[in-house]
């Protein structure tokens, strides 16, 4: 029962530095998502995926890259890392949409902090 | 442009008692509204939803009501128990176009619940 499952747990980067937070989940779902949650704020959408190859911008995707090579992975990308995006990140997957009766499944999250 | 609004950051409530946790929006594109429990360190998971054809939605001690004219939803938790306590989002979403399944959450309220 693994579900959606994000690495690192924890990270601490330097400004300027670049790094890839994995996603991978096992449930076989067609659609995956990044949020980044930051102090008493809600979720927000950086990059979504509606398969594999097939990626779109959410609300705030700058400054981030993802992928979808592969159904159960969607790495993000962060080229150039910078204090504004010290933050929570979540990955999320569904198999549809949440009017379906098909809710986002979420992972753990990968705390991430730059200094 | 804040498009989902939970203007209650905090919420504290005796065992056994009533929690309604309000929710506001302002796209009248948004057709489903889902809310989402998240407890420290962990991912948020999916609660209930609501389709904007109905009013109403319950599931056990959790109900969600949906006022359209007044773009307002509520969760009531009848009784509340101590486990309950955690972060509440509500996350809404167009079925329409290329929505997606894309939500957009509000900013979250921390729900105590004291024996």
């Known amino acids: 029962n693994a579900g959606v499952t994000q690495t690192p747990k924890f990270r601490i980067l330097k400004i300027g530095q670049s790094m890839t937070l994995q996603c991978t989940q096992d449930?076989?779902?067609?659609?995956m998502y990044w949020y980044r949650q930051d102090p008493g704020m809600g979720l927000k959408l950086i990059y979504y995926?509606?398969?594999?190859?097939?990626?779109d911008k959410g609300e705030v995707p700058n400054g981030y890259n993802v992928s979808r090579s592969t159904t159960e992975d969607f790495p993000l990308r962060l080229e150039l890392a910078a204090p504004s995006q010290t933050s929570v990140y979540f990955c999320a997957s569904s198999s549809g949409h949440p009017a379906n009766n098909q809710p986002q499944h979420f992972g753990d999250g990968t705390r991430l902090s730059i200094l | 442009d804040q498009q989902v609004k939970q203007n209650s950051p905090s919420l504290s409530v005796q065992e056994g008692r009533i929690s309604i946790l309000n929710c506001d929006y302002t796209?009248?594109?948004?057709?489903?509204f889902l809310w989402y429990k998240k407890y420290p360190a962990e991912g948020p998971t999916f609660l209930i939803s609501i389709s904007s054809i109905k009013d109403k939605n319950e599931d056990g001690r959790f109900t969600v009501f949906l006022n359209k004219s007044a773009k307002h939803l509520s969760l009531h938790i009848v009784p509340s128990q101590p486990g309950d306590s955690a972060v509440y989002f509500c996350?809404?979403?167009?079925?329409?176009?290329?929505?997606?399944?894309?939500?957009?959450f509000g900013q979250g309220t921390i729900l105590t619940v004291h024996p």
């Open positions: 996350a809404a979403s167009a079925t329409g176009g290329t929505s997606y399944g894309k939500l957009t």
């Open positions: 796209n009248s594109m948004f057709d489903y």
């Open positions: 995926s509606v398969g594999a190859g097939i990626t």
């Open positions: 449930m076989n779902h067609n659609y």
